[in-house]
């Protein structure tokens, strides 16, 4: 296994470089399910970074308590202050997502966002069977992704900007993995069935509901 990645010196910066690169279109990528989320009560949310999204979820869902997984001290802290008067109910785990063990926590939700990017095929699938005790069939596990379409767009624009992104993170986090997961065949071997799908900017970005498969 890779020794994780150190996204601690982009705590502080982290949301200008995405609005620079991006603008809101990850943004809108991570809440684009949010409505379908408000009778959640216990979510596991896996490295959230900075916690926009965590403390957006709060926000708009008074009742749900969330778990937040994450190598990063600094972007732990940096969650737990966007949460503000929210963050009592938040329990940070400072650790790295391919070696904890959920114990027998059960969550009705599951997050994702941008973050199986950091993993690798087989990491991904071993996450999501670990995980899958902890949910039921009401569980949603919500993922935000890059992909790469077919076609021209996917050849000329996609892959040599996701290849880019990859060499970006290396130099700064020391991040390993060079290319993007299978991460939809990983979670259909895990017991996962993608429920909706929307991709934007031309597909390069997709948000994705899954539940669990019945068996």
Not at 178 to 188: E, K
Request: hydrophobic share 45%; glycine share 6%; aromatic share 10%.
């Amino acid at each position: 296994m890779n020794r994780s990645p150190n996204f601690d010196r982009l705590a502080s910066v982290y949301r200008w470089m995405e609005m620079a690169t991006f603008g809101c279109a990850l943004w809108h990528c991570r809440c684009r399910f949010l409505d379908e989320l408000r009778n959640c009560r216990t979510a596991l949310v896996l490295g959230d970074g900075d916690g926009r999204f965590t403390a957006r979820l709060l926000q708009e869902n008074p009742h749900v308590r969330v778990e937040v997984i994450d190598t990063s001290k600094a972007m732990l802290r940096a969650l737990l202050r966007n949460a503000g008067v929210h963050r009592h109910r938040i329990s940070v785990h400072h650790a790295d997502a391919r070696q904890w063990l959920p114990g027998t926590s059960h969550y009705d939700l599951v997050v994702s966002h941008f973050f199986l990017d950091c993993l690798s095929t087989d990491e991904v699938t071993a996450l999501a069977e670990r995980l899958r005790p902890c949910t039921s069939d009401q569980t949603r596990w919500v993922v935000s992704e890059f992909a790469i379409p077919a076609g021209w767009f996917g050849r000329l624009v996609a892959q040599p900007l996701v290849t880019s992104l990859y060499l970006a993170f290396r130099l700064l986090t020391g991040l390993r993995v060079g290319r993007l997961p299978q991460h939809r065949s990983a979670l259909s071997c895990a017991g996962f069935v993608l429920d909706q799908d929307f991709p934007s900017l031309d597909g390069l970005l997709v948000s994705e509901m899954w539940v669990r498969a019945l068996r």
